[in-house]
Every structure is written in C-alpha cells, then in structure tokens.
C-alpha cells in the first residue's frame, strides 16, 4: 500500500506542475488546483515514509515527478523531445526503479 501511496504522491507531483505552469500562464483557477495536488503529494509521501526508507521514497517521489513532468513538456507544451533529452529521462527512470529494487 505504501508504494501504491508513493506512486500517487507522484503522479500528484506532476498535476501540482502542470498547475505551476498554467499559473504561470497566468490561469489564476490553477493557484487552488496547485495547492489541492501539492498537499495531496505531500500527505501520500507522508504516509508512504512510515514504511518505505527515507531516501528511496524521496528519490521515487522526485524521479516519478521529474519524469512526469518531463513527458507532459513534452506532449502537452511542445518542449524538445531529443535523443539526449530521452536518453537522460530514462536514466532517472532507471534509478527510481533501481532503488525499488534495492530497498
């Protein structure tokens, strides 16, 4: 339960970026939006760290958010979509699941 936990505090990681950046766009509905995901991610991260270490939840929260927040740049805003960029994506794809392997 407590993986099932860090991957949704995660994946509201992203929604709380994705929010971010619509505020930026000066989409004000997006301030409550923002704050409802981020607290959410929080109080997930939160519950998973009673049982997963610390660190790899941490690490996990941050490479889900990371890589979710890279892939919508990419889908939804049109950012660069390069090998280099990929390459580097996966890579810390990679070390998220390598530490779930690991812990």
């Known amino acids: 339960m407590a993986w099932l936990a860090l991957v949704g505090a995660g994946c509201m990681e992203v929604f709380g970026v994705i929010n971010i950046k619509r505020l ?10 923002m704050m409802f995901t ?23 929260w941050t490479g889900i958010g990371t890589v979710g927040a890279a892939f919508v740049g990419m889908v939804l805003y049109g950012e660069s979509k390069s ?8 890579l810390i794809l990679g070390a998220s699941v390598g530490l779930k392997f690991v812990s």
């Open 24 to 33: 930026s766009q000066q989409k004000w509905d997006a301030l409550v939006y």
């Open 38 to 60: 981020f607290g959410l991610s929080f109080y997930l991260l939160t519950y998973a760290m009673k049982t997963i270490p610390m660190g790899t939840a941490y690490a996990m």
């Open 83 to 90: 090998w280099k960029r990929l390459v580097f994506v996966v």
